[in-house]
């Protein structure tokens, strides 16, 4: 097991030692433009790479810390991404700090490269909204000495701080909703992105039934998307013994299941099908849907990271779960028929 204790702060002063060469030599290698031996730079680039090292051109400027908080995000088009990023840089923005999103769409190495760069702007703070970068690069965060707020992730990062939204309560909740409702056969529909939240959703709703008896179907086709949950349908609606009560781990997923199960199935909701979402994006209230979800209180959650970043006696450990909120609409009976 890796040792997940923050390595202390690493100075210019280190890696010239490590490299056996002057801390004037090591300025020089981090300067655009400075004269410095090829040799010289090769040493200087292996100790700074092994101990951690990243030069702070803020710091040379300003001699001040840089309020600027790093935003680390995946999937940056679904509604709840979306909505989660508007709300933490308004809140951070309110408080005087300055927003750098690096998107994390591209792959791993290029992300990485992007996170190590904003080291070397000595960012305040990185956020991490994200499955990637791994935790490799961000216990280098934390080495650097940075604070690390980690949301809806299942990390275990000494020094870091993690947010998350109790899944397990959510998707008990729901199976409850959908007994209340009558619904004999079940079905989870989730993706095949394996993130920590949807697995925690996923395995919790299973988890719940078999304790109470009864089995789930599950099933995923494809990324967490409105196709995907489209997709589902045609799988689940083509085989005999479909559900008549299903949990999907976000509305994207539910939105797309919900339009295949009627226009190409003919299912009547709440009727015939009940569903159950999570998120609570927008478009799950538009009158065509009327999904019954449980929201995420991204309010809350952006208010703490805030407070979190302008205390310095917060810095350490903490993990912390907000309560999602029941959203309760039309995609459920609300009780046997």
Same mark, same amino acid.
């Given at each position: 097991?890796?040792?997940?204790?923050?390595?202390?702060?690493?100075?210019?002063?280190?890696?010239?030692?490590?490299?056996?060469?002057?801390?004037?030599?090591?300025?020089?290698t981090f300067?655009?433009?400075?004269?410095?031996?090829?040799?010289?730079?090769?040493?200087?680039?292996?100790?700074?790479?092994?101990l951690?090292?990243?030069?702070?051109?803020?710091?040379?400027?300003?001699?001040?810390?840089?309020?600027?908080?790093?935003?680390?995000?995946?999937?940056?088009?679904?509604?709840?991404?979306?909505?989660?990023?508007?709300? %933490?840089t308004?809140? %951070?923005?309110?408080?005087?700090?300055?927003?750098?999103?690096?998107?994390?769409?591209?792959?791993?190495?290029?992300?990485?490269?992007?996170?190590?760069?904003?080291?070397?702007?000595?960012?305040?703070?990185?956020?991490? %909204?994200?499955?990637?970068?791994?935790?490799?690069?961000?216990?280098t965060?934390?080495?650097?000495?940075?604070?690390?707020?980690?949301?809806?992730?299942?990390?275990q990062?000494?020094?870091?701080?993690?947010?998350?939204v109790?899944?397990?309560?959510?998707?008990?909740?729901?199976?409850?909703?959908?007994?209340?409702?009558?619904?004999?056969?079940?079905?989870?529909?989730?993706?095949?992105?394996?993130?920590?939240?949807?697995?925690?959703?996923e395995?919790?709703?299973?988890?719940?039934?078999?304790?109470?008896? %009864?089995?789930?179907?599950?099933?995923?086709?494809?990324?967490?998307?409105?196709?995907?949950?489209?997709?589902?349908?045609?799988?689940?609606?083509?085989?005999?013994?479909?559900?008549?009560?299903?949990?999907?781990?976000?509305?994207?997923?539910?939105?797309?299941?919900?339009?295949?199960?009627?226009?190409?199935?003919?299912?009547?909701?709440?009727?015939?099908?009940?569903?159950?979402?999570?998120?609570?994006?927008?478009?799950?209230?538009?009158?065509?849907?009327?999904?019954?979800?449980?929201?995420?209180?991204?309010?809350?959650?952006?208010?703490?990271v805030?407070?979190?970043?302008?205390?310095?006696?917060?810095?350490?450990?903490?993990?912390?779960?907000?309560?999602?909120?029941?959203?309760?609409?039309?995609?459920?009976?609300?009780?046997?028929?």
């Amino acid at each position: 097991m890796s040792d997940l204790r923050p390595r202390s702060f690493v100075s210019a002063q280190m890696v010239a030692e490590k490299a056996g060469v002057s801390r004037s030599a090591v300025s020089r290698t981090f300067t655009d433009g400075a004269s410095v031996s090829e040799p010289t730079r090769r040493k200087v680039l292996a100790a700074a790479s092994a101990l951690g090292y990243h030069v702070n051109h803020l710091a040379r400027v300003l001699r001040e810390r840089s309020s600027i908080v790093c935003l680390v995000v995946a999937d940056m088009t679904t509604p709840i991404r979306a909505t989660m990023v508007d709300v %933490l840089t308004r809140k %951070l923005q309110a408080a005087g700090k300055i927003t750098m999103v690096i998107n994390t769409e591209t792959d791993t190495e290029s992300v990485s490269s992007a996170l190590r760069q904003t080291l070397n702007y000595r960012a305040d703070a990185t956020v991490v %909204l994200s499955g990637t970068p791994p935790a490799a690069l961000i216990e280098t965060c934390l080495a650097n000495g940075q604070r690390v707020v980690l949301i809806n992730r299942d990390d275990q990062l000494v020094g870091s701080h993690n947010l998350g939204v109790d899944n397990a309560m959510a998707s008990v909740e729901a199976l409850y909703l959908l007994r209340r409702a009558g619904c004999q056969r079940l079905g989870v529909i989730t993706s095949t992105a394996g993130t920590a939240s949807l697995v925690q959703r996923e395995r919790a709703f299973v988890a719940a039934a078999e304790a109470a008896g %009864l089995q789930v179907t599950v099933t995923s086709t494809g990324p967490t998307s409105y196709a995907s949950g489209f997709e589902s349908a045609r799988r689940v609606f083509g085989r005999s013994q479909a559900p008549d009560g299903v949990f999907c781990v976000t509305d994207l997923l539910a939105l797309g299941f919900m339009d295949a199960a009627r226009h190409e199935f003919g299912r009547r909701i709440p009727d015939d099908l009940c569903i159950i979402g999570f998120d609570d994006i927008e478009q799950a209230s538009w009158e065509s849907y009327k999904l019954t979800t449980f929201a995420q209180p991204l309010t809350a959650m952006a208010t703490h990271v805030v407070d979190l970043l302008l205390d310095p006696d917060t810095a350490g450990s903490e993990r912390r779960l907000f309560e999602p909120v029941p959203v309760w609409r039309k995609s459920v009976r609300p009780n046997a028929s």
